[in-house]
């Protein structure tokens, strides 16, 4: 829980002064009314004091910014969009109060390069503004994502984000190039130049992906694009159980153009319905919902609904051609985390568990969690993604626990892929051998001796 927000600081402040001349005085947030929007996370189940907000405008100011805190000893917590889901991007309620870096300022998009299908862009780049900016020349970028209008590039690559269209593009580290990032010590490495093949030593685009803020500061990245696919169909089926959800999922992946499979239920589907107010999608209610989209350089609505005729365990289907119409489907997942959220500060697990153990994991998952809280599974099914959502816990870490031990005895993952942030950290071992830690943890220690990047997260302090 949150214990404060916002603490102001003294004026006179030296490394606020320092700060300014960096980045000029209104890059320097101290009013707790100003920086109380970064001390929070989305979910409210966040958040910590502050020393202050910086915002830098560029490579070079990140980096001084960096030299700055480290020469005063002073954490840095890197932050985009903040909409992570697991406090990794905000204070801690407790410990020294720390900087948070805001890398929204980082805007810039630049040219497609049209050869090798890649854009550089700082990592403040929304999501959904470098879609709406390579649409024209007919790309696109593979990830996809609820948050899209407000999630940045960067924050993408250090939670290396999933999404939606993970079973067709991968997820974020699979659809990044290259990137430019400020090290603890306040060097730049650019691994811009997105070479596709560069044996030379260490992975460190793939090491910085996914590791939260707590390695080095991403400035600019170089993205991979795809082709915009120009026609889509989406389909809402409604199933007896995820297992019927399974049957066709396996069939459905036969299609080229299959980009998306999100499953929810009739609970979730209550839920959403009434805080979006939206009508019934079908006359009856059904036990599972499984969305799915197609997407391709053809219309791919005649192969869908070939399979869809043939898979005699969908109870009832809409189909949805147009943009609008497919929105329109898509809401009633998409809006389960903000619909969720409205009820309460949510208990949220990200976890994976293997396919065949998905619908014992599930019920099990209701079965433990029946009278201590009111539970929401909703998820993408092509990787075994259950995004677990209970409300109204009173003993969320004991819940935590027990079913993060039931993830790992079926071989899941803790953090599919919201990470491990300061939520999951206790739990690391669960998914992570004692030696797999220790390397971790010679990583961190390699890279920041002193610890000053994202202290917390990841690993317990
Ligand atoms: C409605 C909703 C739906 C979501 N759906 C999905 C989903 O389907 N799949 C998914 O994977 N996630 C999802 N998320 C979680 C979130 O959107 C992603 O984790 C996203 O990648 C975070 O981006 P951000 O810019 O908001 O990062 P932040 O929240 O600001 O930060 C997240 C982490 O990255 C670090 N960080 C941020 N920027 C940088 C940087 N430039 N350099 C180094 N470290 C940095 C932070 O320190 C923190 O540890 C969802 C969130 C919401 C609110």
Redesign the pocket.
Known sequence: MITALGFGIMSGDVLVERLQKIVGASGVLTDPALTASYTTD?TGGFGGPVRLVVRPGDTAEVAEVVRACAADGVPI?????????VG??VPAPAGPAPVVLS?TRLTEIGPVDPIARQITVG?GVPLATLRAAIRDQGLDFGVD???RD???I???I??N????RVLRHGTTRACVAGIEAVLPDGQIIDRLAGLPKDNTGFDLTGLLAGS??TL????RARLKLTPQLDHHVAALLALDSIGDALTALVRLRELPSLELAEFFFADGLDLVRAHASLPAPFRETYATYLLVECAGRTDPSDELMAVLEELDTVRDAAVAMTGPDRRRLAAYRELH??SINAQGVPLKLDVTVPMHELERFLADVRALVEGRATPYLFGHLAEGNIHVNLIGAADPEALADEVLHRVAAVGGSISA???V?RAKTRWLGLSRSAAEISAMRAVKSALDPQGIL?PG?IFSD
Do not use: K, Y
């Open positions: 989305f917590i890197p932050q985009g969009g903040n909409t992570g889901l990794g991007g890398l990592a994502l609820a948050a407000s999630a940045t960067g924050g993408m250090a939670t984000a999933g999404g939606e939260e803020g080095a500061v991403i400035t985390t903000e892929e919201h990470g942030g994202n997260v």
